[in-house]
């Protein structure tokens, strides 16, 4: 009986592992997203990395694996690089995000959700926002 409490847990454990194959495509979305994300800040210079940024003057948001981009109005384009989660964006789920200040910052947790069936598809949270703008 006491074998058949630890082989449990180890079973659920094994289930819940990549596969060598799952693996593999994971590795070449990632890489894939950083080709794309490169092409997107080529010729643009990064700046001082700032807490908070305001959503408002966002025209686009993208994201390329764990990277969001937001462009602004103007030229500069502001990456965070989360922990992943917030993946989905990419594909055409909706990022959700609650400020108390009106700004996004550092820290901040966003949601997406598919826009048919309203269900939450994941989650993630910002890092620093570093702005990238054309050199002078």
Same mark, same amino acid.
């Given at each position: 009986?006491?074998?058949?409490?630890?082989?449990?847990?180890?079973?659920?454990?094994?289930?819940?592992?990549?596969?060598?194959?799952?693996?593999?495509?994971?590795?070449?979305?990632?890489?894939?997203?950083?080709?794309?994300?490169?092409?997107?800040?080529?010729? +643009?210079?990064? &700046?001082?990395?700032?807490?908070? =940024? @305001? $959503?408002?003057?966002?025209? *686009?948001?993208? !994201?390329?694996?764990?990277?969001?981009?937001?462009?602004?109005?103007?030229?500069?384009?502001?990456?965070?690089?989360?922990?992943?989660?917030?993946?989905?964006?990419?594909?055409?789920?909706?990022?959700?995000?609650?400020?108390?200040?009106?700004? +996004?910052?550092? &820290?901040?947790?966003?949601?997406? =959700? @598919? $826009?048919?069936?309203?269900? *939450?598809?994941? !989650?993630?949270?910002?890092?620093?926002?570093?702005?990238?703008?054309?050199?002078?």
């Amino acid at each position: 009986m006491r074998s058949l409490l630890i082989l449990v847990p180890l079973a659920a454990l094994a289930a819940c592992a990549q596969t060598p194959a799952q693996t593999s495509a994971a590795a070449q979305a990632g890489a894939a997203a950083q080709v794309e994300l490169d092409k997107e800040l080529a010729g +643009l210079v990064p &700046g001082a990395p700032r807490n908070c =940024i @305001d $959503p408002r003057w966002s025209r *686009q948001v993208k !994201s390329y694996g764990g990277t969001i981009l937001y462009s602004d109005i103007g030229s500069t384009k502001y990456r965070s690089d989360t922990g992943g989660g917030c993946e989905r964006i990419g594909r055409g789920d909706v990022l959700v995000t609650r400020t108390s200040t009106g700004q +996004l910052c550092r &820290g901040d947790i966003a949601r997406t =959700i @598919d $826009p048919v069936s309203r269900f *939450q598809t994941g !989650s993630c949270s910002f890092a620093a926002f570093v702005p990238y703008r054309k050199p002078s």
